[in-house]
């Protein structure tokens, strides 16, 4: 009776020392915490210098009543040396973690592509903006707006000036620069606590 007590006694003993001495399960750190990534909000990757010189014509016409025909009193042809700039950036706000890997500590960190935050054409010289200058028959002198027809081609040649920066800053290979920009701000930011993430842009 004693010895299988004994026995039996031991036996606990030993799960009790087996047990104590088992290795404790590797803790594995969170990802990165996703709230701290979209709390950087819209992050500006890249800022785009424009410049172009935009020659534009407006003309002064009457129509001659009842004829398919119009007189042609003269117009205004006006030189626009534009200048602006405009800004590419990732809205972080939309981030999300995907494929997440406890055991591997792994996961992919979804973002919307780059896109154009802003896109303005600086209408004002004395700052380093765009100016005018006016095409005459004695050469090329600078505009000073004082008819009504120089005010409209001056408008006119403002209008396509905006909208050439903003087809130009849409350009792939300026969006793939905003991408490279923005991943190499993101990605020392998310592996900081020893994951390895990937950028993956939807």
């Given amino acids: 009776m004693i010895k ?11 799960g009790v020392i087996a047990w104590k001495l088992k290795p404790e399960k590797e803790h594995v750190p969170p990802p990165p915490a996703l709230v701290t990534v979209q709390e950087m909000g819209v992050l500006t990757s890249l800022k785009v210098n424009y410049a ?13 009543p009842w004829t398919q025909w119009e007189l042609r009193f003269g117009g205004t042809r006006v030189i626009l040396v534009a200048r602006g700039d405009c800004l590419i950036g990732t809205d972080l706000k939309l981030a999300r973690y995907e494929k997440v890997s406890f055991q591997d500590k792994t996961a992919s960190l979804v973002v919307p592509h780059p896109k154009i935050i802003s896109a303005r054409l600086n209408h ?8 005018f200058y006016e095409m005459t028959n004695s050469g090329v002198v600078a ?5 009504e027809g120089q005010t409209k081609a001056m408008n006119l040649a403002l209008q396509k000036g905006q909208s050439e920066i903003q087809t130009n800053c849409g350009k792939s290979e300026l969006i793939e620069s905003a991408r490279k920009s923005a991943e190499a701000v993101l990605l020392p930011t998310v ?4 994951w390895k993430v990937g950028i993956v842009w939807q």
Wanted: proline content about 5%.
């Fill in 143 to 147: 505009l000073v707006p004082g008819t």
């Fill in 191 to 194: 592996s900081a606590t020893g």
């Fill in 4 to 14: 299988t007590f004994l026995a039996i006694t031991m036996i606990l003993l030993s």
């Fill in 124 to 131: 004002d010289p004395k700052s380093g903006g765009s100016y």
């Fill in 52 to 64: 172009n010189i935009i020659e534009f014509n407006k003309r002064v016409t009457q129509e001659i």
